[in-house]
Nanobody, 124 residues
Framework: QVQLVESGGGLVQAGGSLRLSCAASGRTFSNYGMGWFRQAPGKERESVAAISRSGITTYYPDSVKGRFTIARDNAKNTVYLQMNSLKPEDTAVYYC?????????????????WGQGTQVSVSS
């Protein structure tokens, strides 16, 4: 079992930045690929970033590429999401998730454990 706790959400103006953190506990963190997802009201949960167990390989969908950066610190059991140039359409609840196995995935069903989410609101 892996427990994930997100932090760092809040309200920011368009063009601003936020950094989300996700602290993991319970199992060996470096055994898990990590991902960040978001879900806006009335919409499906979507991937915004993923990172391999080593942190060497990352994935971003086109909607956030060049604006969001995922990173992990395996010594601190933490994964981060740096979000720059935020837009009102980035408003959503952001979740971190952990998955066993190699490779990256942007599919929610590929992840075994989820955090409770943190709200990000971007005003225009």
């Amino acid at each position: 079992q892996v427990q994930l706790v997100e932090s760092g959400g809040g309200l920011v103006q368009a063009g601003g930045s936020l950094r989300l953190s996700c602290a993991a506990s319970g199992r060996t963190f470096s055994n898990y690929g990590m991902g960040w997802f978001r879900q806006a009201p009335g919409k499906e949960r979507e991937s915004v970033a993923a990172i391999s167990r080593s942190g060497i390989t990352t994935y971003y969908p086109d909607s956030v590429k060049g604006r969001f950066t995922i990173a992990r610190d395996n010594a601190k059991n933490t994964v981060y999401l740096q979000m720059n140039s935020l837009k009102p359409e980035d408003t959503a609840v952001y979740y971190c998730a952990a998955r066993l196995g190699t490779g990256l995935s942007g599919l929610p069903g590929a992840y075994n454990y989820w955090g409770q989410g943190t709200q990000v609101s971007v005003s225009s």
